[in-house]
């Protein structure tokens, strides 16, 4: 069966509302494809891994020292909580002190020192970064001294590469 083809002239009246129509979504689509490395920008606001890692070890050893002073037992020597699967479910900027910090929220697996039982637990995070932005500190709420502004401790966290 022959394919059925259309004269020129019955073509080009329906060329031209196509063109129309297709050339406000080419620009759309464009604006979108300009527009995904910002949006890639601010997603990278996120700390790296590392630092995550860092983070939430050294909050669960500040954890282990209270509690152990609490119960007035010897500091444990043991060595750092081994951290994994770091699950990010929500980051939002938060003022620390008068510096500006990031609060992340989420879920994270961690097991201590020769202990063969993996917990996956919650976890929420306050991480301020340096001042020229190549570090990391924990910060940790400590209580309002005068009931109207709260007051932070902040704990380096080691650079990572």
């Known amino acids: 069966m022959p394919a059925l083809r259309l004269p020129a002239q019955l073509c080009l009246p329906v060329r031209q509302p196509l063109r129309r129509l297709l050339r ?3 620009s759309a689509l464009l604006a979108l494809l300009l527009l ?3 949006s890639a920008c601010a997603a990278s606001s996120q700390p790296p891994r590392g630092v995550l890692l860092s983070a939430l070890a050294l909050q669960i050893r500040i954890t282990q020292g209270a509690i152990a002073q609490a119960l007035e037992l010897e500091p444990s020597a043991e060595a750092a909580p081994q951290v994994s699967r770091v699950r990010v479910a929500e980051q939002q900027p938060v003022s620390i002190g008068e510096a500006r910090g990031l609060r992340l929220a ?3 697996d961690w097991r201590l020192s020769g ?3 993996r917990v996956d637990s919650p ?3 306050y991480l301020q970064r340096g001042e020229r932005g190549q570090s990391w500190r924990l910060a940790r709420p400590s209580g309002s001294p005068d009931g109207s502004t709260q007051a932070w401790l902040t704990y380096p966290l080691p650079l990572n590469d």
């Open 36 to 38: 995904l490395p910002l």
């Open 115 to 117: 202990d063969p039982i």
């Open 106 to 108: 989420g879920q994270f």
């Open 24 to 26: 406000p979504l080419a």
């Open 123 to 125: 976890f929420e995070l």
